[in-house]
């Protein structure tokens, strides 16, 4: 349970950290592009918890997948369920790219660096979280 | 690996993403979508939308073969589920920055949720390893 809580608030620390330098300084021209797509910046201010929320969210359960042992061990298996959890949510990307009219080069920039931190999201789990018991090898 | 299992969760997967995307996302909700048109195309670009699901479908498939290697329904349907709350995540994020409805939060967030362990159930009844490995305690 202490390393659960451990591996949850590092990851959540380097998400939340990466999702600030990524959405509100790297990327903050090309939302400017489609202001009507976005809340005003009061509004999303007001707002901001459901940020750390989601964030908290995305983090417990990639841990708890981790800890439920469906990874097996070590940074190596968290890193590899991080990529396949990121492909597959490129795949939604795409899929919501479909039907709302985000720029095409910030479903690129969202999938490139989505992949990025789930990788290290995922070492920093695995490297911390140490399963009692592991499913698989 | 059991390729031929494999195909054939892959396929099921990826025609149960799309039909219950289409049900819900397109049908169940469309009052509420039709509420904010201006964050959605008047008509889903298809081509990116079925490439989306195929993607989605074949690293969903890869993610339960690979962490549920015995397979079985209850297992890959519990990974369904967390993997859901992974994707549920962005949903609330997408919330706090685009002028969505709480109405339409809660319609992503359910729906993501029952589509992957509906999802992984299907994966995990359809796919049996060539030869099972045992499983570690």
Not at chain 1, 97 to 125: D, H, N, R, W
Not at chain 2, 74 to 90: D, E, F, H, K, R
Request: hydrophobic share 60%; charged share 10%.
């Amino acid at each position: 349970m202490k390393r659960f809580i451990i591996a949850f608030i590092a990851a959540y620390i380097f998400m939340f950290l990466w999702g600030w330098l990524l959405n509100g300084v790297l990327l903050k021209d090309v939302y400017a592009e489609t202001p009507n797509l976005w809340r005003s910046q009061s509004e999303m201010m007001s707002l901001f918890h459901w940020i750390i929320i989601g964030q908290a969210l995305v983090i417990f359960a990639f841990v708890m997948i981790y800890a439920c042992g469906f990874a097996g061990g070590g940074a190596a298996a968290g890193i590899r369920l991080g990529i396949l959890l990121e492909i597959a949510a490129i795949g939604m990307r795409l899929a919501i790219y479909a039907v709302q009219p985000f720029p095409g080069k910030l479903i690129v920039y969202g999938s490139v660096s989505g992949l990025i931190e789930m990788v290290i999201v995922g070492a920093i789990v695995g490297a911390i979280y140490k399963p009692a018991s592991a499913r698989t090898s | 690996m059991n390729w031929q299992k494999f195909f054939t969760a892959f396929m099921a997967a990826f025609i149960f993403l799309f039909v219950f995307g289409f049900l819900w996302y397109g049908t169940l909700m469309r009052g509420a979508h039709e509420e904010v048109q201006a964050l959605f195309r008047t008509k889903p670009d298809f081509p990116w939308l079925i490439l989306g699901h195929i993607v989605m479908a074949f690293f969903f498939t890869t993610l339960c073969v690979r962490f549920v290697p015995a397979g079985g329904l209850g297992a890959s349907a519990t990974l369904g589920i967390l993997v859901g709350l992974v994707y549920a995540g962005p949903h609330l994020i997408s919330f706090a920055v685009q002028p969505l409805t709480t109405k339409i939060l809660c319609g992503w967030i359910v729906g993501a949720v029952i589509q992957f362990a509906i999802a992984g159930a299907i994966v995990g009844a359809i796919y049996k390893p060539a030869h099972p490995r045992p499983v570690r305690s």
